[in-house]
């Protein structure tokens, strides 16, 4: 193939927009972001999971405790109505007088017991509450992580997407500057390898990073100005310049 030197120097210049476009996309397909968003997603479920797990903890304490608290309510407003009785004088009986004695004795048991398994409810209740109440602060903190990490890779996004528009309407005047037949053979290399010329730099093709054999260098020197030369090893359109080393 022949295409006029100037045309081959342009590929160089239309590899160096590609290039730069090509790293740019993988930058915003791949944000630095994006692993710790990830991990906080996962530990945002997990958390969410313990925490309703945990709120049913404190429900179920919540009630016990308010069963606890009534079921002594109860049981000492019974002591209260005997005890009213027997100081009003109500019970004349001495017999009736020493059951109601026996009674009063047996419910001031009994709400000694009751508050006891009401202090347990309720301390089994605090640790379950403050338990609830980490929980939700973690939760707190992972979604203010996850909101300041979006706002981080969308503000970069953002000036990455300007940065690539700005790059691709360079190229279309670039790309129109070299002849189809070379431009098709560029793309075609440029899909296969990652890129599709190189600058060949003292006697290295810059694509592959190897240098050619004097045999190679030789045939280059051969090849007039207008002949488009390939890299033998890694086939991109090899561009010729002064620093070439030939
Ligand atoms: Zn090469």
Redesign the pocket.
Known sequence: MKADPSAQLTLLELQEIDSQAAQLRHQLAHPAEAAELAALAKRRVETDGWLRDQQIVVDDLTAAQAKADADVEQVKARRKRDQDRIDAGQIGNPKDLERMQHELATLERRISVLEDEEIEVMEQLETAQAGLDQMNADLAEVDARIVELTRARDTRAAELQERLTEIEDRRGPVAARVPEELLALYERIRAAKGSGA?LLRARR??????TLDPGAISAIRGKADDDVVR??????I?VRTADSGL
């Open positions: 190189a093709c810059e694509g592959c990073m190897l890299c033998e090893e890694c086939t991109r090899l």
